[in-house]
Structure formats: C-alpha cells, structure tokens
C-alpha cells in the first residue's frame, strides 16, 4: 500500500462509527474468532454504553463504596514508537506510564489527518490518562458491572445466572470512558486505529533501513 493510499484507509475510519470499531477491535482479540458480527457489534456497544456511563458516574470523585483508592500516579518515559506502546496501566506499582515519544506522533499523525476538531491539542495525552485510569477502576472494583453490561450469559439453572466476559471489551470500555471524561466527539479508539496502522509503517521502514538492527 502506497503512503497516499495509507492516509486515506486512515482517513475513512472515521467513516465507521465507535460502535463498528469497537467491533473491530474485538474481532482481532483471541477467543473472539468464533463470535458472529453481530454478536461482536452488540458487545462493542454494550461495552461502549458501559465506559460511558463509568465516567460518568465517577466525574471528579470517587463512587461510594470503591475500592479503586486515588487516582494512580502518572510516570513519563520515552521509547514507545519501537514497541507501539501510548500507555500501560500498572496495577502492582499503581502508576500510569505514559510514552511522550508516542504521543507527539499521535499528535502530529492528528495534524495530517484533519483531525484536529476531534482531537484538540493536548487530548492525545489526557485521553492516554483516562484510558489507563479507566483500566485502574474496572481492575480494581468495576469487572463484575462490565460483565452484567455485556449480560452474555454462559449458564443457567433457575434463577442463578453466570456471565462471562468478553476478551477485549474492557479496552473498548477504556475509550469510550476516555472520549465522555474529555468530552470529546469521537472515541480515541479512532486514533489508536491509525496510529497502530502507522506505527507499524513506520518501525516497518526502520527495519529496512537498518537490517543489522533486525
């Protein structure tokens, strides 16, 4: 695929709703590949319903009864290009890690698809932060509201009833409780789209460039 032609596959993902990426999404993840579309679509919204409504429902403080405790420390590093890594939630040290070399590609990837009136300067980061924060409460306290959102039943008997979960719904929740924290109009899903499809371009040519390096 030519560079031009990158762009546009780029470009046309805001076509598809955060639903649909969602989906998407789920449909890379194992354990998935044996689910229908629209299976997939439905946890993909429920999923997005569910991130939604947690940030909702924790917007500037901490819900009644968690114990999700304070809001993790956030830590800069360089070095996420090579690994393609935005940020990672550590839940045994309680910090963010956040990779400032990746986000100023998001930002600058966000300049060269006019994409800037979904993503105004500086959301590339603050969005990264409420992901990763987004993980910490459904880690620490929120699974089980995740699970009875997606209401995908796996056994019965009466009135006992066991849910599963759905591998990668939590990152779809992760977004979209990102996107309502920072009232943004679209997902950061949509982002995260392009810039894995143009990290991958560019650590793609690094190798190429740089054979002994492989």
């Known amino acids: 695929m030519t560079v031009v032609a990158e762009a546009a596959a780029m470009r046309a993902l805001e076509d598809l709703d955060d639903a649909e990426l969602g989906a998407q999404l ?80 998001c930002e600058r990837l966000v300049d060269e698809l006019g994409w800037r009136h979904l993503f105004p300067v500086g959301s590339v980061r603050a969005a990264a932060v409420e992901h990763e ?19 995908h039943q796996v056994f019965r008997l009466g009135r006992f009833r066991r849910l ?17 924290s920072l009232g943004l109009s679209r997902s950061p899903l949509l982002l995260t789209r392009a810039a894995t499809a143009a990290i991958r371009t560019r650590n793609d040519a690094r190798s190429a460039s740089n054979p002994k390096e492989n």
């Open 26 to 105: 789920l449909r890379g993840v194992p354990t998935n590949e044996l689910r229908s579309d629209e299976e997939l679509l439905r946890h993909a919204a429920r999923a997005t319903a569910f991130g939604a409504e947690l940030a909702g429902s924790t917007a500037g403080s901490t819900p009644s009864g968690s114990t999700a405790g304070p809001t993790p420390a956030i830590v800069e590093h360089d070095g996420g290009l090579d690994a393609a890594l935005l940020a990672q939630y550590d839940s045994r040290h309680h910090r963010i890690d956040l990779f400032t070399d990746t986000i100023a590609f």
């Open 133 to 151: 924060r987004a993980h910490h409460l459904v880690t620490a306290d929120r699974s089980r509201g995740l699970r009875a959102a997606l209401d």
């Open 164 to 180: 599963a979960y759905i591998a990668g719904t939590d990152e779809v929740a992760a977004h979209a409780f990102a996107a309502r």
